[in-house]
């Protein structure tokens, strides 16, 4: 078992997820900017945002920061993380997607949206 309040500092990895039409460069800019004025995320190590994947909805991205390692404090700044990361998505307009599922079913000939099945 590892006692994670021993050490200094916490990493928290956050993933975001924006939609294929955002640019990449400017958002990885603003969301780095975002956590800046966080309170509780420490200085150093300093903020991280990667682009890590193709998602089925969006390129997705990692935000790392580190926190003092009481869990109270972690959870407290994670909220906090979020809440910004997704003003500062609002503000800049770039949308956050969410996978939509159509089903259809084998003996269904055609699709009319209007009427029930």
Wanted: with cysteine.
């Amino acid at each position: 078992m590892r006692v994670l309040t021993r050490y200094s500092s916490r990493r928290t990895d956050l993933a975001i997820g924006l939609s294929y039409d955002t640019p990449l460069s400017e958002a990885r800019q603003v969301l780095l900017e975002a956590l800046a004025g966080v309170e509780g995320i420490l200085p150093e190590p300093a903020v991280e945002v990667d682009l890590v994947g193709f998602g089925e909805s969006s390129i997705d991205f990692m935000v790392r920061y580190w926190t003092l390692p009481q869990k109270l404090q972690v959870r407290r700044v994670q909220s906090q993380a979020i809440i910004r990361l997704k003003q500062v998505c609002d503000q800049a307009g770039f949308s956050i997607p969410f996978p939509i599922r159509t089903v259809y079913f084998p003996e269904q000939q055609h699709t009319n949206d209007k009427s029930p099945i």
